[in-house]
């Protein structure tokens, strides 16, 4: 069984009298270990899918599973600590809480987590081992984009989640990151999967998925991904 497994997964809004089908039997499987990337065009599906995949929200229908645990059966309870110990998020606009140093905002999510790795450890790890102690005010955009990482990475998550992880950042800064996330997942094992319109995400890739009108219209595996730097 694949580490992460979507079966046949709806998603239906109702928004008033209209029902919006977000994802319309979405069906896909990620291995362990995999730099996964996910594209399509807007409106396709790709945050809702990212929504059930880190237990935002159930699916109306279908099954996903991580690491062979149903996640589309777990109750409120069950939701909430899937989210805050299993999952890792990086989102675009690195939501660090503004009056705490780098440090405390890693410590402030990993400390509720049963298996967390050392903040200083995990900052170490993106490179910001000098910067424990400045404010995200202090600290450029890629390097607010590093705490938010070793944020996610210090909760020892199953699965890296990122939502347009370089979209908020100049070219060269992208680079860097996407190096950052590969670096993370060959160097550690550590399942991503990043939702994003930059195509250099896909040739580093070890499996692109393609998301259309609700559905996973195709999936690869990249023989030999391209090394990010
Ligand atoms: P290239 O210029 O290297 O051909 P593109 O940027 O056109 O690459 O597209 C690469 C991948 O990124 C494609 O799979 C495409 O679906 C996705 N992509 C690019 N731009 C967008 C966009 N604006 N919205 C959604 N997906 C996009
Ligand atoms: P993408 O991330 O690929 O742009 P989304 O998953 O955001 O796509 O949206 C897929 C479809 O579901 C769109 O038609 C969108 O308007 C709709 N949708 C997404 N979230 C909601 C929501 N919370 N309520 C109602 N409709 C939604």
Redesign the pocket.
């Known amino acids: 069984m694949a580490f992460v497994h979507f079966e046949d997964v709806r998603k239906v809004y109702h928004m008033g009298d209209v029902d919006v089908c977000a994802l319309d039997g979405m069906t896909f499987d990620i291995e362990r270990g995999e730099l996964c990337v996910i594209?399509?065009?807007?409106g396709a599906g790709k945050t809702t899918l990212l929504n059930m995949l880190g237990g935002m929200d159930r699916p109306t229908s279908g099954v996903i599973e991580l690491g062979g645990r149903q996640v589309s059966d777990l109750d409120d309870r069950g939701l909430t600590l899937y989210r805050r110990n299993d999952i890792g998020f990086v989102f675009q606009f690195y939501n660090l809480v503004q009056n705490l140093t780098a440090l405390e905002n890693v410590e402030l999510a990993s400390q509720i987590c049963p298996d967390p790795l050392p903040s200083a450890e995990a900052l170490a790890a993106v490179g910001l081992e000098g910067r424990l102690d400045n404010f995200p005010a202090q600290l450029s955009g890629g390097e607010q984009q590093r705490v938010a990482i070793a944020r996610a990475i210090a909760k020892n998550p199953k699965l890296l989640l990122c939502d347009e992880p370089t979209g908020a950042l100049d070219y060269r800064t992208g680079k860097q990151i996407l190096a950052l996330l590969q670096d993370t997942c060959r160097a550690t094992g550590r399942t991503v999967a990043i939702v994003t319109?930059n195509?250099a995400f896909?040739q580093v890739a070890d499996r692109v998925i393609?998301v259309r009108e609700g559905r996973a219209t195709s999936v690869s595996t990249n023989p030999s991904p391209a090394p990010a730097s």
């Open positions: 594209v399509g065009p807007s319109h195509s896909t393609h």
